[in-house]
């Protein structure tokens, strides 16, 4: 069964940090991509960053400059390292993986939990 485990979310000031974490359970393989979502309240999920295996990392607009994707080498877990927060980031924070599960035999999107991020004073 397939998990993906999301942590570092939190309450922090405008101007501050936070790093997220999201590990899957070692039964995706063929890892494709890996990347954060969010969704503030009455608003669609975005993208937020995402890093692909052979290609570039991408970013949101809103966040390029402040924030930072990266993966550990065996394609466990990605992060998020969050810098000069704003208000506006403010948001439930998903990641997602594509790959293939184990015994599966199509790739496709596995999700995390969440993880609340609030920006505020």
């Known amino acids: 069964q397939v998990q993906l485990v999301e942590s570092g979310g939190g309450l922090v000031q405008p101007g501050g940090s936070l790093r997220l974490s999201c590990a899957h359970s070692g039964s995706i393989f063929s890892i494709n991509a890996m990347g954060w979502y969010r969704q503030a309240p009455g608003k669609e999920r975005e993208l937020v960053a995402s890093?692909?295996?052979?290609?570039?990392?991408n970013y949101a607009d809103s966040v390029r400059g402040r924030f930072t994707i990266s993966r550990d080498n065996a394609w466990n877990t990605v992060y998020l390292q969050m810098n000069s927060l704003k208000p506006e980031d403010t948001a439930v924070y998903y990641c997602?993986?594509?790959?293939?599960?184990?015994?599966?035999?199509?790739?496709?999107?596995?999700w995390g939990q969440g993880t609340q991020v609030t920006v505020s004073s």
């Open positions: 997602n993986i594509f790959g293939r599960a184990k015994g599966s035999s199509y790739s496709g999107h596995y």
């Open positions: 890093i692909t295996r052979g290609g570039p990392m």
